[in-house]
């Protein structure tokens, strides 16, 4: 595709519910990232992949948080039982691998949990 | 772990005045990114430093590495109304697998 497509682009859900986010990368890039942006906030790093692996996990907040990356391509970050401080706009972004590539950002989805 | 500190946080110009916004690291890093987020938007890739001492220039935005590897400022010379947004650097560090983002400069430039 043209560029990294999320979806959906905006998510309201019960406190409590799971929800699943996705992300499609430009075809081609073998790293994607998953980040979270606070309202008026800076980004704050969740997880990095490298083709289907996760060499870095660090930034996810807890473990209702989860992702995955198959066929080295669409993610998936999933967030079991949300909470309220779960609101944010969720960024994903992939380069053309590790290293000092540029990083092209989606549009992001925007969860609200209610 | 790495930190990336990034002042102001806010900054308001009249249109025509000059504008920077400057970028430290807790340590040394490979290379410094900088993005640009208009409001409403996502972050979209500016430019790349990875040399000590490096000046890149782009149009009326100016962006510097400092020669220990350690901070960068971004320049933008008459600032006009579609400068507006928030601009970000992101610091990759030697070995590391990711960027670390910058809390950001939020731009308001008064017409």
């Known amino acids: 595709g043209a560029g990294v497509s999320q979806s959906p682009s905006n998510k309201v859900t019960e406190k409590g519910k799971d929800v699943e986010l996705r992300c499609d990368p430009i075809s081609g890039h073998t790293a994607l990232y998953w980040y979270r942006q606070s309202l008026g906030q800076g980004l704050e790093f969740l997880i990095y992949f490298q083709g289907n692996s996760a060499p870095d996990k660090s930034g996810l907040p807890s473990d209702r948080f989860s992702a995955e990356r198959t066929g080295g391509s669409v993610s998936t970050l999933t967030i079991q039982r949300t909470q309220q401080e779960d609101s944010a706009v969720y960024l994903c972004?992939?380069?053309f691998g590790r290293g000092p590539y540029e990083q092209y950002f989606g549009p992001g989805t925007r969860l609200t949990v209610t | 772990g790495q930190q990336v500190m990034q002042i102001p946080q806010y900054q308001h110009v009249q249109e025509g005045e000059d504008f920077t916004t400057y970028c430290n690291s807790s340590?040394?890093?490979?290379?410094i990114q900088w993005y640009k987020q208009r409001p409403g938007g996502h972050p979209v890739f500016l430019i790349q430093l990875v040399k000590s001492g490096e000046v890149k220039k782009q149009k009326r935005l100016t962006f510097q590495f400092g020669e220990a590897k350690k901070n960068s400022s971004l320049h933008i010379t008459a600032t006009q109304t579609t400068d507006v947004g928030t601009y970000f650097c992101a610091g990759e560090g030697a070995g590391s697998y990711q960027l670390t983002f910058g809390k950001g400069t939020k731009l308001s430039v008064i017409p």
């Open positions: 340590t040394t890093l490979s290379n």
């Open positions: 972004a992939s380069s």
